[in-house]
């Protein structure tokens, strides 16, 4: 399936395929790495689905905050700093108590892993199957999930008490789903992509990317053409107003686009002309 990584100015920065079924926690990195373009975000937002304890590790270790939509903390754990650490209001929050001699023990690998990361050796998809398939074995997977837990932990308490930021969670993923909507109605000729070749499926998606791309700069003209005729007829226009637009309209596109027929006027007379065809040199 596609998976787009959308800036927050709409625009999608990142897009390539994974695999149907997997945790998409594993790709999400991916995307930042890999983004060559001028806008460089440290903050990435996801689903449920998009977030993991060893990727709240590694993210953490590559200085990216990993701000997830949680859809429930019911099945999440919650972890002390110590056995006997207690706390007044939300004591029963907390059901297990972290290994930090575990994080210790393997801090320099763990720097060693992100710096490896940092210069493009791997990419954090590969690094993290790569430990996932021998979990339990692994102490380095295990490092990195201790270490997310932690980082998971202190994510987890804000968003249980800080309404502004859940709603700015909620507000960043759901412009995610606007784009995933937008593009849909681009690529009006289906979901699938009746091909197996990886090229031909990159150029699909980069492709609609584009036409997206082009159809947002023409619907952000035409808003500003509107919003500037409206203060000039002395309309107060604030920049919370303009923050709610979205350039993901579609009701002025014409998707299948506009063919007229002239039913009335007469064709011009053809009028043979010569092919001009350049005359073939003599044999040697």
């Known amino acids: 399936m596609a998976y787009h990584h959308v800036s927050d100015t709409y625009i999608a920065l990142f897009s390539h395929f994974v695999a149907c079924g997997v945790w998409e926690a594993v790709y999400i990195l991916d995307g930042l790495l890999r983004n060559d373009s001028v806008l460089q975000p440290d903050t990435v937002h996801a689903d449920t689905h998009g977030q993991s304890e060893p990727v709240f590790g590694l993210a953490h270790l590559l200085g990216i905050r990993l701000m997830p939509r949680m859809r429930t ?44 990361v940092q210069a493009g050796a791997v990419l954090p998809s590969m690094l993290l199957r790569r430990l996932g398939t021998q979990a339990r074995k692994n102490a380095l997977y295990r490092a990195f999930r201790e270490l997310g837990r932690v980082v998971r932990t202190l994510f987890l308490l804000d968003y249980v008490t800080d309404l502004p930021l859940r709603r700015s969670i909620r507000a960043a993923t759901t412009k995610v789903e606007a784009y995933n909507g937008f593009t849909e109605w681009i690529r009006f ?79 011009p007379p053809l009028v043979p002309r010569p092919l001009g065809l350049t005359e073939e040199p003599p044999p040697l």
């Open 189 to 267: 000729g289906g979901e699938s992509i009746p091909t197996g070749d990886p090229v031909e499926r990159e150029k699909r998606v980069k492709y609609t990317d584009l036409v997206a791309s082009a159809i947002m700069l023409q619907n952000v003209a035409d808003m500003s053409d509107a919003l500037t005729g409206l203060v000039a007829e002395g309309w107060a226009v604030t920049p919370g107003q303009v923050a709610r637009l979205s350039p993901y309209g579609t009701s002025r596109v014409k998707r299948f686009g506009e063919y007229v027929l002239d039913m009335d006027g007469a064709p």
């Open 73 to 116: 903390w019911d099945d999440v754990a919650f972890y002390r700093p110590d056995a006997e650490a207690s706390y007044r209001h939300l004591d029963a929050l907390f059901t297990r108590t972290v290994d930090w001699k575990l994080i210790e023990r393997h801090w320099a690998d763990l720097m060693q892993v992100a710096l490896s």
